[in-house]
């Protein structure tokens, strides 16, 4: 029953990121048409509203210009339905279940905006730090003490990664990726951020050396961190807890 609700509540919100999207890294306001075609600025039929459906009654292009529709349109509401669902499987809970959720698709539209723009939003990571922080106590197996406290432990590995990242230059490591960080510890909090970090640095170490290697990049050329971070946000917020206790429990 919780999967039958989270899937509709996750591809409405996915949907609101994907119609947001350009607004999410530049000055634009919130406010205006949600559904204005990015290339030629005419109002869209109201089809387009609906998640994937619009996607697939219009074929892929605005009906107004026929320009060819972003891969958001699709990835961002079935991706944010998959996590809401999977986050109601994990949780057996229906509040702690939206919640993740709601927290797992704001780190995959920031796996996207640095894929696509190379930017971590602050429209996206100062307002989700504020929600965290306000939903600390609603975590079934995290104290608000453990959540802070994670927020607390995020930032001083985050300014260790800044320091280690200066002899690589400048774009090794963001002011971005800091944020990120200091989110992924406020949602997920102690001791699941270590379990996180641990497992989104390993996974960029791996890809940056197999690109170094396959000379792809090179040692100062940019590589996003974001989704490496994101990808261990998720197991952390799903299961880091179980990893700590098993890993000190053997």
Sequence with gaps: ????????????????????FDRLY??????????CCPSCRQPLP?????PILGFLWSRGRYPCCYAHLSWRAMILPAGSAALFAASALVF????????AGVFATIFLVITLTDIDRRLIPNRVV?????????????????????IFAGGLVAVAIAAGLLILSFPFGANAFGLGDVKMIVLIGVVVGLPAVIVGMLVGTLAAGVAAALLLLLRLK?????MPHGPFLALGTLIALFWGGEIWDWYFQR
Excluded: K
């Design 1 to 20: 029953m919780n999967v039958a609700i989270a899937v509709p509540i996750g591809l409405a919100l996915g949907q609101a990121f994907h119609l947001l």
């Design 46 to 50: 109201p089809a387009l509203l609906l």
């Design 92 to 99: 057996d809970q229906l509040g702690p279940g939206l919640l």
């Design 126 to 146: 100062y307002p989700s730090i504020l929600l965290a922080a306000a939903f600390s106590w609603a975590w079934p197996d995290t104290s608000v003490a453990q």
């Design 218 to 222: 090179g040692r100062r050329d940019y």
């Design 26 to 35: 530049t000055g634009e306001p919130w406010a205006g048409p949600l559904h």
